[in-house]
């Protein structure tokens, strides 16, 4: 159908399971990764893929129930590659997704718009998925407590709402260099700023406690990648470069009881890593296949918390 998903084609196949909030499961593990023509996409960025990318521009799904070479073998859940109808030369295709939804009771709460395009030029294809969101949370409860001793009662009402902006975009170019050689690269990049407020008040709305968060988070990855195949047999070997980066910055207010007595509480943290690897996949015969590779990867994490009374 012309609404039909990834999501869709992976419900009907072995072992796959897609639950409520797009979390997908291969034989109940979590899945490891997916690929969509060999570039990587993880968290957030996965269920982006399943969900908004139409069933129309896919050529074939694959699912590997095995961990890969350059993957621990503890990693069960495996991975999910996806294939991508390839535009004619100087052609392309792509689709617009977007919405947002209202409640009765606590007015507008989110919206959303994705956009992808896949375009050729040649034998150079390239691929761009934006995504942007707005959350908007809103939630209230009220607490009673009666003292049967004394007979006093007391509510307390608690109230929270909050903001949340995100922006994510994947741009992958692949040069088909002939039938035997590709080299293609990515860059992912997404931005998230939370905003969140907390507070009780008692049965008079007089405001007995209020902590406020502000939270922003950075992820960045850019991947290079060379696949070759190699001799008669048809071996295929495939050199990945990968830079990944994590930055968060997180902040807190702590509103207490106590008239002029607040509390900061501040930290930042800063993830990069570097990964090559290098992979084989050799046919040695009809029926057998053997893989086998190599990688190594340099990691550094910072944490700097910050502290303040006032």
């Known amino acids: 159908s012309e609404t039909a998903t990834v999501e869709e084609l992976l419900k009907k196949m072995n072992g796959v399971e897609v639950d409520k909030e797009g979390n997908v499961t291969i034989n109940g593990e979590e899945i490891k990764g997916v690929r969509i023509d060999g570039k990587k996409f993880f968290g957030d960025d996965v269920q982006t893929a399943t969900k908004n990318i139409p069933a129309d521009m896919i050529d074939k799904v694959k699912i590997n129930y095995l961990a890969g070479s350059n993957q621990n073998a503890a990693m069960t859940g495996g991975t999910i590659h996806i294939s991508l109808r390839q535009p004619p030369q100087g052609g392309y295709y792509g689709a617009v997704v977007g919405g947002s939804s209202y409640h009765f009771t606590k007015g507008f709460e989110d919206a959303y718009l994705n956009g992808i395009i896949y375009y050729r030029y040649?034998?150079?294809?390239?691929?761009?998925?934006?995504?942007m969101g707005y959350y908007q949370p809103k939630e209230s409860a009220e607490q009673t407590?009666?003292?049967?001793a004394n007979g006093d009662l007391s509510i307390i009402?608690?109230?929270s709402d909050g903001e949340s902006y995100n922006i994510v975009n994947r741009l992958s170019l692949t040069q088909q260099i002939n039938d035997r050689h590709s080299i293609g690269g990515s860059y992912y990049i997404a931005t998230n700023k939370i905003w969140s407020s907390n507070m009780s008040l008692n049965s008079a709305d007089v405001l007995l406690s209020q902590i406020n968060n502000y939270n922003n988070y950075l992820l960045q990855e850019g991947t290079m990648k060379y696949n070759a195949t190699l001799g008669k047999r048809g071996t295929t070997m495939e050199v990945i470069g990968d830079y990944f980066n994590r930055q968060a910055d997180n902040h807190t207010d702590y509103l207490p009881i106590s008239e002029g007595v607040s509390t900061e509480a501040e930290d930042e943290t800063s993830l990069n890593m570097y990964k090559l690897s290098i992979d084989f996949t050799d046919p040695i015969s009809q029926k057998a296949v053997l893989k086998y590779g190599a990688s190594v990867q340099y990691i550094t994490q910072d944490y700097?918390?910050?502290?303040a009374q006032t």
């Open 122 to 131: 040649k034998n150079l294809s390239v691929y761009d998925n934006l995504s």
């Open 145 to 148: 407590t009666w003292n049967m």
């Open 157 to 159: 009402a608690q109230e």
């Open 304 to 307: 700097t918390p910050t502290h």
